[in-house]
Nanobody
Framework: QLQLVESGGGLVQPGGSLRLSCAAS????????IGWLRQAPGKEREGVSC????????KYADSVKGRFIISRDNAKNTVYLQLNSLKPEDTAVYYC??????????????WGQGTQVTVSS
């Protein structure tokens, strides 16, 4: 079974930090670019960040650039998203997704349950 497991979300005050993890089960992440998306209540899902298969290339949405950092540890079959300087507008369910390339379409067979990030004082 091909599965992604997101974790690390929680409730944090504005300006705080969290580190999200995306672990793969049933397949190896090495060959794929991995992205993070988020969906806030009443809003469409949006891309946040993406990292190439070897980690040499990263992309960020303008709204998180300079605050979020994506990384990966292929030996642990895990991708991370470090969230810094969090704002209330970062509140959303965060999902990771699998791509052949960051500029390509999401592969539909890989999806996780997401992890909730809530930024509030």
């Amino acid at each position: 079974q091909l599965q992604l497991v997101e974790s690390g979300g929680g409730l944090v005050q504005p300006g705080g930090s969290l580190r999200l993890s995306c672990a793969a089960s049933g397949f190896t992440l090495d060959y794929y670019a991995i992205g993070w998306l988020r969906q806030a209540p009443g809003k469409e899902r949006e891309g946040v960040s993406c990292i190439s298969s070897r980690g040499g290339s990263t992309k960020y949405a303008d709204s998180v650039k300079g605050r979020f950092i994506i990384s990966r540890d292929n030996a642990k079959n895990t991708v991370y998203l470090q969230l810094n300087s969090l704002k209330p507008e970062d509140t959303a369910v965060y999902y990771c997704a699998v791509y052949y390339y960051c500029s390509g379409p999401r592969l539909p067979n890989y999806w996780g349950q997401g992890t909730q990030v809530t930024v509030s004082s």
